[in-house]
C-alpha cells in the first residue's frame, strides 16, 4: 500500500495509517528588493549570490486510521509518540529515490463519521536529496575533460585521486590543483546546476563523490 516513510517507520506497515492526499510544498524564494525613490521598479538583490536561495517548505499528508473506532485515540497517541516534534528522513513511496530531512508534526485528529483521520505535517529543508550519493569514477592517461553533472542544489564533491604520480585539475579555467593520491576537499570545486566540466591531466584513477539535491 502506497504511503509515506518517516524515518525508519512506515506509514501503512508500521503506524496502521492509509493515505488518502499529500501536499507537495514549493520553498518560496528569498527574494530581496531595495526601493529607490524617483526610480521605475526596484534593484533586485535575489540573485546576489549567483542563484535564487529559498525558504524551508512544508509538506503535508492526511491519514486515515485503519483500525476499529474504539482504538482511535490510542492509535493517535501512537502515532504522536512515534512521529511528533521528531528530525527524520521522509521518503514517499511515489518518489522512492529522494528524501527530505523533515520536523515532523503530528498536526491534528478527527473523526468524521466514525473515520479516524490524522493529519501529519513535515516542515523540511528546501532541497530533497537523492538517497545514494553521486559517484563518477575515471580511470585517467594523459589529458581528459570529465563532465560531472549535477542536481539544482550546488554541492562541493570528495575527489579520492589514486596514482604514483600528480595530477592536475583544472576547474573553470582559473581554479587549478596538482595533487597526488589522497583524498580531497577543494571549496572552489562547486558544481552548479547541469553539466561542470573538470579538466585532469596525468595517470591513475581519479573518483569524485557528491550529494545531489532537487527541488
Same mark, same amino acid.
Not at 22 to 32: C, D, F, L, R, T
Not at 103 to 119: A, D, H, M, Q, Y
Not at 140 to 151: D, K, M, R, Y
Not at 158 to 183: A, H
Given at each position: 500500500?502506497?504511503?509515506?516513510?518517516?524515518?525508519? /517507520?512506515?506509514?501503512?506497515?508500521?503506524?496502521?495509517? /492509509?493515505?488518502?492526499?499529500?501536499?507537495?510544498?514549493?520553498?518560496?524564494?528569498?527574494?530581496?528588493?531595495?526601493?529607490?525613490?524617483?526610480?521605475?521598479?526596484?534593484?533586485?538583490?535575489?540573485?546576489?549570490?549567483?542563484?535564487?536561495?529559498? &525558504?524551508?517548505?512544508?509538506?503535508?499528508?492526511?491519514?486515515?486510521?485503519?483500525?476499529?473506532?474504539? =482504538?482511535?485515540?490510542?492509535?493517535?497517541?501512537?502515532?504522536?509518540?512515534?512521529?511528533?516534534?521528531?528530525? &527524520?528522513?521522509?521518503?514517499?513511496?511515489?518518489?522512492?529515490?529522494?528524501?527530505?530531512?523533515?520536523?515532523?508534526?503530528?498536526?491534528?485528529?478527527?473523526? &468524521?463519521?466514525? +473515520?479516524?483521520?490524522?493529519?501529519?505535517?513535515?516542515?523540511?529543508?528546501?532541497?530533497?536529496?537523492?538517497?545514494?550519493?553521486?559517484?563518477?569514477?575515471?580511470?585517467?592517461?594523459?589529458?581528459?575533460?570529465?563532465?560531472?553533472?549535477?542536481?539544482?542544489?550546488?554541492? +562541493?564533491?570528495?575527489?579520492?585521486?589514486?596514482?604514483?604520480?600528480?595530477?592536475? /585539475? +583544472?576547474?573553470?579555467?582559473?581554479?587549478?590543483?596538482?595533487?597526488?593520491?589522497?583524498?580531497?576537499?577543494?571549496? &572552489?570545486?562547486?558544481?552548479?546546476?547541469? =553539466?561542470?566540466?573538470?579538466? +585532469?591531466?596525468?595517470?591513475?584513477?581519479?573518483?569524485?563523490?557528491?550529494?545531489?539535491?532537487?527541488?
Amino acid at each position: 500500500m502506497e504511503g509515506v516513510r518517516f524515518g525508519n /517507520l512506515h506509514s501503512y506497515d508500521d503506524l496502521d495509517l /492509509l493515505l488518502v492526499s499529500k501536499e507537495i510544498g514549493s520553498p518560496p524564494v528569498k527574494q530581496k528588493k531595495t526601493d529607490i525613490d524617483g526610480a521605475d521598479s526596484a534593484i533586485d538583490w535575489t540573485d546576489f549570490f549567483g542563484e535564487p536561495k529559498y &525558504e524551508d517548505v512544508t509538506h503535508k499528508f492526511d491519514f486515515v486510521t485503519i483500525v476499529p473506532q474504539t =482504538d482511535f485515540l490510542t492509535q493517535y497517541s501512537k502515532v504522536k509518540n512515534a512521529l511528533h516534534g521528531k528530525k &527524520e528522513r521522509v521518503i514517499l513511496d511515489g518518489d522512492p529515490l529522494y528524501y527530505y530531512n523533515a520536523r515532523l508534526f503530528v498536526s491534528k485528529f478527527t473523526n &468524521e463519521k466514525g +473515520v479516524g483521520n490524522i493529519t501529519i505535517e513535515c516542515d523540511c529543508e528546501p532541497y530533497k536529496y537523492k538517497l545514494a550519493k553521486t559517484v563518477v569514477t575515471k580511470a585517467v592517461t594523459g589529458t581528459q575533460t570529465i563532465t560531472l553533472t549535477n542536481g539544482r542544489k550546488r554541492a +562541493v564533491p570528495e575527489v579520492v585521486i589514486t596514482t604514483d604520480t600528480t595530477m592536475r /585539475l +583544472v576547474y573553470q579555467g582559473v581554479n587549478i590543483w596538482d595533487l597526488g593520491s589522497g583524498s580531497f576537499t577543494l571549496p &572552489e570545486l562547486e558544481l552548479v546546476h547541469g =553539466d561542470n566540466a573538470v579538466t +585532469v591531466t596525468g595517470t591513475g584513477t581519479i573518483v569524485f563523490t557528491w550529494q545531489e539535491g532537487d527541488l
